[in-house]
């Protein structure tokens, strides 16, 4: 698709069906509708996209209904069935899906405001994580292709899946992170209700018919209104096994609360996060500003992982808030699919009205704005302001701003920003730049035990996702990567027999007449 044909909105999409029982059913009830914030016209106003299904309590307990009844109190055809069959559907799943890249690009830069290459990036990595989930359940299922004895008894351990899982992306990644919970959980055997987030929701029509027609009914259904309506009374029911959410604490604690019987719930959470960079006075300034400009505003800073906060050392604070405020000045504000654009509308339409709160607030308490552009808002955005000195006191420096705002911070003792980090109610990433080994090892010593990954002279991120993403305190419960995820929606399960000619012998026939899907020796080449 040229990108003349990604900036013009030929026909609204009307979501008129939502994924139930292997049927997309027909909804005739109240609607909502789905605006960009990016202007169709030359006078800025907001453009109409389409509309989904408010549903309501009753439909989303229906639904609850069929994900209950397709696992079946786990004797349903999808929580018993073979790992190969499992793997079919979903290889049919990404086949379909691949071909609605064009249009699952297009709308990521409609709904969500980013840019074209990262929005291609997203739906490719997404694809990639699919493929890559399949290889990695293949190998789990070999290495579980088999006995282990102890104390003269013999066992076939395999991981099982948990029941229904309800599952909420945030939408920053609607399509990336909600994929990142929803693949892993069905391939395991589990069954899904899926909710979209409030913007990135139209993206997922595309794929509907996809899921509808590769997966056995009930397996995986789609649902749309308000979480309150729709996902609360879901959980309230205590038919939920596994809670799988990216997005606030807010919201999954609320969720949480509403569980009867929260010990039997399972969470998998992808929470907030305000990863700090650490400037130490030796470090490569060239590659910790391109690095801190990437950290803290690829897609606006609307990422869990982005840089939320530069701590830089006095000796070299000057030098680099002056490189670094003209950098930012520098980055091109345009619509996702101009060419070389770096900043784009914000989703969120009340977003630049609370980021104008932060630098006023910051203001307030002496912070001052250090790039000409800094706080120049419009209808849709609002540039970044890089703010110095920020102190523990202002919202910026609480608040994960989650757009584009960057405070800067000065230390003078590492111990005492080890203290400050150590107090953060977060614990996702941290970025350290610097080189000198005697001042960065025990810096990293300490740092893992903080946060759960430390980039060394790099921006914070979650990729490659072969690679552990977790967090502690307030950011994450269980940790997602290609391979962990498998584990994060499973439970170890196994049938265990004493070592006699009596259990051998029928152990022997069950592997010979292929009866059960779980005793079985079968490889997966
Ligand atoms: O919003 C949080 C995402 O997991 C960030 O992923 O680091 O690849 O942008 P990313």
Known sequence: ??????????????????LGNGELKPWNGKKDEVYSTISSTSEYSKTLLGTVPHMDEATALEVLEHACKAFDKGKGTWPTSKVAFRIKCMEKFVEQMKTQREKVVKLLMWEIGKSLPDSEKEFDRTVEYIYDTIEDYKQLDRDSAKFSKRDNVNAHIR?????VVLCLGPYNYPLNETFALLIPALIMGNTVIFKPAKHGVLLLSPLLEAFRSSFPAGVVNIIYGRGREVA????KSGRIDVLALIGNSKSAIALQDQHPYKNRLRLVLGLEAKNPAIILPDADLDLAISECISGTLSFNGQRCTALKIIHVHEDIREEFNKRFAKRVDELKFGNPWEEKVQLTPLPEPDKPQYIQELITDAKEKGAEILNAKGGQISENYIFPAVLYPVTQDMRVYQEEQFGPVIPIKPFNSIEELLDEIADSNYGQQVSLFGKDIEQIAPLIDTLVNLVCRVNLNSSCQRGPDVFPFTGRKDSAVGTLSVHDALRSFSIRTFVASKDNPYNNNILQELLASKESNFVNTDYIL
């Open 232 to 235: 609360a009374p879901i959980m």
């Open 159 to 163: 991981r099982g899946p948990l029941g």
């Open 1 to 18: 698709m040229s990108n003349s044909n990604y900036s013009q909105i030929s026909e609204l999409l009307h979501q008129e069906t939502y």
